[in-house]
């Protein structure tokens, strides 16, 4: 069944029904908006053909419904019969994503970004099995699976990753030959930030440790100092790989996505789930740098994806299961700055990620200074 732009913009969180939905579900859930106009922006959102194409994920389709009503019904019963009846669609879709998967590797085909990212990939359903299905044998395999793509290969004589991809990151930034991601959102710290969350949760398969461990290496490996702290490059090109050097000259903005504040809480989570207090020392030292006031100039909107939400929701996370009390110290300043950038507007009016919603969302938790009734933050992979 093809479907409009209009009814896919309907459930994506990328777009502002479901991300507003989400929105609203907070404030019911803190008190401080009503379910009346919340289940109209559910109501919407489920109205027409829910996708679960081989194409959705966490944050389109069936996924991403599924989440925003795991999310309502926290405190909300009336919800929890449609989110069982998504989980079996969902069930569907990921058992079809790990096949095709599996049948990739098979090829030796390189990854996509759309078969392992949080975004539209596996590491994202992972992100949704985790709350909906943690002692399943389908969280099993997509762990399974995250497991087996840390395992190096070799392409043209270079020994590469298993999530390395031959596209580009960005049509802006082309990277010719492919790259290695790290980022959060579509790299390294995605992967290790669920496998270290399973971890803490108590789901685990063979291997998993170990994998851990690999993507902790490459952290190691591609660690940069500089004058305002700790970074890592974004992405590492063919040439950085076999010069053993990034050609990136010094830090990006230190986002959620892609920058250290993303990384680091993955570390941490990755110390949290393997005891490591050497490790876990190393990661939140890396985040009180890069709150620093010098660092913070470089972020110049007010998102999640690599706005001030963004390192506003995920330090905030981080300094919850901190032992270093100086990120926790920088939060009404963060916290400051963000109302600060959501009174100059957001990158668009659109959802989740650079939209007004969530934007609201970390301005929720920096009011009541708790953490999210509803859970959202959760699809961001920092808790």
């Not at 989980?87 to 058992?95: E, G, I």
């Not at 995920?314 to 270093?324: G, H, K, L, V």
Request: glycine share 10%.
């Amino acid at each position: 069944m093809k479907l409009s732009e209009h009814e896919m913009a309907d459930q994506s969180l990328t777009k502002p029904t479901v991300a507003t939905a989400l929105l609203n579900i907070e404030r019911a859930l803190a008190g401080t908006g009503d379910w009346e106009s919340t289940h109209a922006y559910i109501r919407q959102a489920t109205a027409g053909h829910i996708d679960s194409a081989p194409h959705a994920g966490l944050y389109y389709g069936a996924p991403a419904i599924a989440f925003v009503l795991h999310a309502a019904s926290t405190g909300n019963p009336r919800y929890q019969a449609a989110a069982r009846t998504l989980d079996k669609h969902v069930a569907r879709l990921t058992q079809r994503r790990l096949a095709t998967a599996a049948e990739r590797m098979r090829r030796r085909a390189p990854a996509t970004f759309g078969e392992y990212d949080v975004f539209r990939g596996l590491t994202g359903l992972g992100a949704l099995l985790l709350l909906r299905a943690p002692g399943s044998d389908l969280l099993g395999a997509v762990l399974a699976y995250v497991t087996r793509l840390t395992k190096a290969r070799r392409v043209d004589g270079v020994e590469v990753p298993g999530w390395w991809v031959d596209h580009d990151p960005d049509p802006l930034m082309p990277t010719p030959g492919g790259h290695v991601n790290l980022g959060l959102a579509h790299g390294a710290a995605g992967m290790l930030a669920l496998l270290s969350l399973a971890s803490l949760h108590g789901c685990k398969v063979p291997g998993q440790t170990g994998a851990i461990e690999t993507l902790i290496g490459w952290f190691d490996r591609w660690w940069q100092d500089s004058a305002d702290g700790t970074w890592w490059p974004q992405w590492l090109t063919r040439d950085d790989l076999r010069t053993g050097h990034t050609a990136r000259p010094g830090p990006g903005r230190p986002s959620w996505c892609y920058g250290a504040v993303g990384i680091a809480r993955a570390q941490q989570l990755a110390a949290l789930a393997t005891d490591d207090p050497t490790r876990r020392a190393i990661a939140e030292n890396a985040m009180a740098e890069c709150l620093t006031d010098q660092n913070l100039q470089n972020i110049t909107d007010a998102g999640l994806c690599h706005g001030m939400a963004g390192v506003y929701q995920t330090a905030y996370r981080a300094s919850i299961d901190a032992a270093n009390p100086a990120i926790g110290q920088r939060l009404p300043t963060l916290a400051a700055a963000l109302t600060q950038h959501a009174a100059t507007g957001q990158d668009d009016a659109e959802g989740l990620l650079t939209g007004a919603a969530g934007v609201g969302l970390a301005l929720e938790t920096a009011r009541h200074n708790k953490p999210p009734r509803s859970g959202w933050d959760a699809c961001l992979l920092i808790t």
